[in-house]
């Protein structure tokens, strides 16, 4: 069975570039808007992170925490944002790994609860996320469903 290893962008942040470039070439966010949320992460002006999964030196899924993940709900903070895992990496419990990881990360900094926005009507409910309500998605014309986790 293969090992992968979770870390914090903290904990190697001269990946920084190359997760920055991930996240972009799977949300197509410009690169600069995670560089900059990064950036804020890094130099502790926030204790909103970025987590990823690496096999090897690969990244292979990651997600971050930001303030709203552009929604109009601007009382629902932090968000979790940008959940991502590459297609042969799915079903092997990696994305779920993650969303703990950073439950538990937030909760130890007295964050909570977080939210995030998704399609999806049935995988967050599997790591303890309950839906809370619809929002609607900035420059979104349907609307999309609010996970929170307590």
């Excluded at 290893?5 to 995670?34: C, D, H, V």
């Excluded at 538990?104 to 939210?115: A, E, H, L, R, S």
């Excluded at 609607?136 to 929170?148: K, L, V």
Aim: glycine share 8%.
């Amino acid at each position: 069975m293969k090992k992968y290893r979770y870390i914090t962008l903290m904990e190697k942040p001269m990946i920084k570039n190359l997760a920055a470039e991930w996240f972009q070439s799977k949300w197509g966010i410009p690169k600069e808007a995670y560089m900059e949320c990064m950036n804020a992460y890094l130099n502790k002006e926030t204790e909103y992170g970025w987590y990823l999964c690496l096999d090897g030196e690969k990244i292979v899924a990651g997600l971050g925490v930001i303030e709203n993940d552009f929604h109009n709900r601007k009382d629902l903070a932090p968000n979790v944002c940008a959940v991502y895992t590459e297609e042969e990496y799915r079903r092997k419990g990696i994305a779920g790994n993650l969303l703990n990881m950073v439950v538990v990360d937030m909760k130890n900094k007295g964050i909570t609860p977080i939210y995030l926005i998704t399609d999806h009507t049935t995988f967050y409910e599997r790591y303890g996320w309950e839906f809370l309500c619809m929002v609607q998605g900035d420059g979104e014309p349907e609307m999309s469903r609010m996970y929170i986790h307590r």
